[in-house]
């Protein structure tokens, strides 16, 4: 009977060591410092500076142009460049973190899976860890390997395009007949009356 106790302590031991085993692999990484320190981050900083400046250039010329002499036009070519340069930088900002970040996940998902971690969580949520799951060094080596097109614009779906021809077509082109005239809204009182 003893030998029998004993070997059930074994069994139960021998299961909880497994139990362990089975407990989920977490990594971290720091998704500021991959975009900060890696190439294709660099790289994408640097163009979005030039663009910038370029930009910028625009804008200072017309300014100087209505310095120069006051008038309707360069007022109005200053604020069209003022505008260009808003409206640009804050789309090719969005469309170059949009890359940055397709890459960046894809990258991630490629280590996760060979390596069979079941969690990648950002390391600026997470309030203690392990250094050694910190995988931030390997993801700005992988990412390093890899060349991002800065010059490349989204792909549109057929549908949004289609929408835009669409959108694009003056309403005189469609016939009148495809709009209902609107009837006046009748006040709630009316409405219930028989």
Avoid at 35 to 49: C, H, I, N, T, V
């Amino acid at each position: 009977m003893k030998k029998f106790c004993t070997f059930l302590l074994l069994v139960a031991v021998a299961s909880l060591l497994a139990a362990c085993n089975n407990s989920p692999k977490i990594a971290v990484v720091d998704g500021a410092k991959v975009f900060r320190e890696s190439k294709p981050g660099q790289d994408a900083m640097a163009y979005l500076r030039t663009k910038s400046t370029e930009l910028q250039a625009e804008a200072k010329a017309a300014q100087e142009k209505v310095q120069a002499k006051q008038s309707q036009e360069n007022a109005a070519a200053f604020q069209e460049a003022i505008t260009r340069y808003q409206t640009t930088m804050g789309s090719e900002q969005q469309r170059v973190v949009g890359l940055l970040q397709e890459n960046f996940n894809k990258i991630l998902e490629k280590y996760r899976k060979d390596n069979k971690v079941d969690v990648v969580l950002a390391k600026d949520v997470v309030l203690s860890f392990e250094e050694s799951s910190d995988i931030t060094n390997k993801v700005i080596e992988e990412f390093n390997k890899t060349t991002i097109d800065l010059n490349a614009k989204p792909a549109v779906a057929a549908g949004a395009d289609a929408a835009k021809l669409d959108a694009a077509k003056p309403d005189a082109a469609k016939p009148a007949a495809a709009k209902p005239a609107a009837e006046p809204a009748k006040p709630a009182a009316e409405a219930k009356k028989p």
